[in-house]
């Protein structure tokens, strides 16, 4: 979080801190972890990605893996109900989406500021992020599946299942398929969405400056910090809300 300091130089001034890593909900339990050289690092949860169906330790082997572990957030609980979000709206939103409002409120709270005593007109909001999510890659999943019922269908036939059988097989594949991932409808698109992430942290805020997503893959939140930095020293800008988020550990962003 930053601000525009008033001095001839258009210097730049950090006025408040958030955050959430792996093994560190706040700054101050990283600054905690960083002096006494914790490592984060563990196997891949079963549930963030299966190693059975993905691990392989020959690097050129296709459609896997050669790592096993990875830093992982823990813990982590968004309260929609407290921050009045509608159920429908949080499930059908990528959990990216929740924890940079969690932290932007972190940082806000830390600056010293509440919902009522932002600078709401000039303030804004800038997220380093690529991709948004695989939480959102996960429920574009359920609107594929006419290709895996043609899929099964093909398959199906190819063994000479009878029609009756294959009409069966491709029911009951639906009803599992479609069962995990929340219906289709008004929040989706929003939801999965990057651009929205900063949307959101306005919207909860009420502010006014606009807000807005910069990508620059690995290197998005410096990007952000300098965008955020050349706005408010243009003026256009009193008051930034600035960082990055990125929880993607599936297999489009490790196979």
């Known amino acids: 979080m930053t601000n525009r300091s008033s001095i001839a130089n258009e210097a730049v001034a950090v006025i408040g801190i958030g955050c959430w890593y792996p093994d560190a909900p706040n700054p101050a339990r990283l600054w905690e972890n960083i002096l006494s050289r914790r490592k984060a690092f563990r196997r891949l949860p079963e549930h963030r990605l299966p190693l059975d169906a993905y691990f ?42 929740w924890l940079a409002l969690e932290v932007a409120l972190q940082a806000l709270d830390d600056a010293g500021y509440g919902r009522d005593t932002l600078p709401r007109e000039r303030a804004g909001v800038i997220v380093g992020n690529t991709l948004t999510g695989e939480q959102s890659r996960s429920l574009s999943l359920r609107v594929r599946w006419p290709f895996v019922e043609r899929a099964i269908r093909a398959a199906a036939n190819s063994e000479g299942f009878t029609a009756a059988a294959t009409d069966t097989l491709v029911g009951s594949t639906q009803t599992y398929f479609k069962s995990v991932f929340p219906p289709v409808d008004e929040d989706t698109l929003a939801g999965s969405l990057s651009n929205t992430i900063a949307g959101r942290i306005c919207n909860f805020l009420d502010l006014q400056g606009g807000g807005y997503i910069v990508d620059g893959a690995c290197a998005s939140s410096l990007l952000a910090i300098t965008t955020a930095a050349n706005v408010l020293s243009s003026r256009d800008l009193d008051l930034a809300l600035v960082g990055g988020v990125d929880i993607s550990l599936d297999p489009f962003e490790l196979v």
């Open 56 to 97: 392989d330790p020959d690097k050129r082997a296709p459609d896997k893996t050669y790592g096993r572990k990875a830093a992982v957030i823990d813990g982590f609980r968004f309260d929609w109900v407290g921050r009045r979000i509608p159920r429908g709206t949080f499930e059908g939103t990528d959990i990216a989406h």
